[in-house]
């Protein structure tokens, strides 16, 4: 009998609907995952590229002030040599090439080159150059030049692959008696390695390497690259032509990579700070694996239980089968509709159920795809950030010095020079604050005109020391955007020396700046300590 009653490929209307809100179910996760992915990789690499950005950039000046120096060494030493007698004073010119390197480990080894391209004194002096002749073609470019000079990485007369530094030695005559030359081993130990440390490759894979001028190698993780021609990179052209920006390439190995770039000023060369997209999508992965499984457990439930349901009651499901399946379909974000009561309290329930993991899900999506922390203008951490890092700071117990800056009379900046003059005068201060303070110390635009800066593990005095070397750098700058110098007021408070708690310390901090205000302007206040022009 009840075979009478049964439709051969006809579907149950049971079957039906539980099939549809098992599917619903399921494209819904699928629509938000999708959707969550496609914006949340946006962000990354908006994020990766920045912070690229800004490394290579801060690479690029710490190099430029370093080479700066190395410049200002060897000239040193030239003068030095003016009227020296290499043959009479042998052992003088050997101890002072001697304290040269040894004092300041700018260069692997320095020589003194006569006019003709004879070695006259080396150092390290196991060498054994001493006498011989170099014909290498940046040594015979920098004796017919008879200027200073920076080479192209090339094999010495040592074989290693170096590059070469040079200062013409003249003396009080303006007679030309050969140079002196600093050389760095770049397959070895050398100022590079000190500078910008071992550690090559970071733990998301990001690392950096540095072209000369022509596009060759000068540092990369991989030394067996050293040397390399990379001027057909676009990224390597544009540090040729000086340009310096953000973008995503193609290796010279065909590996695509997120790179912020850099030149620097005093050499030419180019610093790259590049992250393999792989990384950053697997970041990524990682993190909508972790979403996936927080989502994964109360959706196992919720299907296994509306399949159970829509064997007992139909009706219920049309209305969550209408909007899981708009849901699916849909490209923005549907608002959650007002909670259907039905007859059945167990469809009720189960009704609410899925709506508020709908909702749930939504805003979980929502805070992952929330990453920004940075202020879009300036580049430095936002007010989130801030109240973040604090909360950590609460948590660790750890000392630090607040600074609070604001620029005086900005209304008047934005008034008289227009509210873009006033955006360039804030990316302006924020590069001053940042030039000021060490790497371990958190820069921030509160708002506005306000900006604040943490000093961890700093006492008052130090803090104090700090902040006016903020406020006399900005003082003595012409700002570009207006032609004339502004200025800035700073308030500073200690934690938790004088307060342990954080909006106290944020008030003492804050009453400070506005006394620095009232007495003048342009003066540093610390919190119950008096003053200071």
Known sequence: MNNKNRNPGKIRLTTLFSGVVALAVILTSVTAVAASYKTQREHLYARTLEMDYSAANRMSITMNTLFSSMKKGLETLANEFSEVDPARQSQEIQSKLDFFNSSNNYFNSVTWTSEQGYVLKTTPSNLNLEGKRLQTEPTNEALTSKKPTLSVPYIGATGRLIVLMTEPVFNKQGVYKGFIGGTIYLEENNILDSIFGVNRIDRTGSYFLIVDSTGKL??????????????????????IQGQSGKESVVNSFGVPFLAGYSTVAHNQWGIIVQTPISMVIRQQNEQVSKMLMIMLPSFLFLMCLTIFMARKVAAPFVFLANFVGKAASSKEKLPIPLEKNHWNWEADLLTK???HSISEMQQQSERLNDSARKDPLTGLMNRRSFEEFCAVFDQNGQ???LLILDIDRFKYVNDTFGHLAGDEVLKFLSQKILSSVRAEDLCFRFGGEEFIVILPNTRLSKAFLTAERIRKDVERSDTLPIGRPVTVSIGIAEYPAQSSDFQELFEMADKALYRAKEEGRNRTIVSNCGNSD
């Open 218 to 239: 000068i540092y990369h993780p991989e030394q067996n690259l050293l040397g390399k021609d990379l001027s057909d990179n676009q990224v390597v052209q544009k540090l």
């Open 353 to 355: 159920t899925v709506l």
């Open 399 to 401: 000392p630090f010095s």
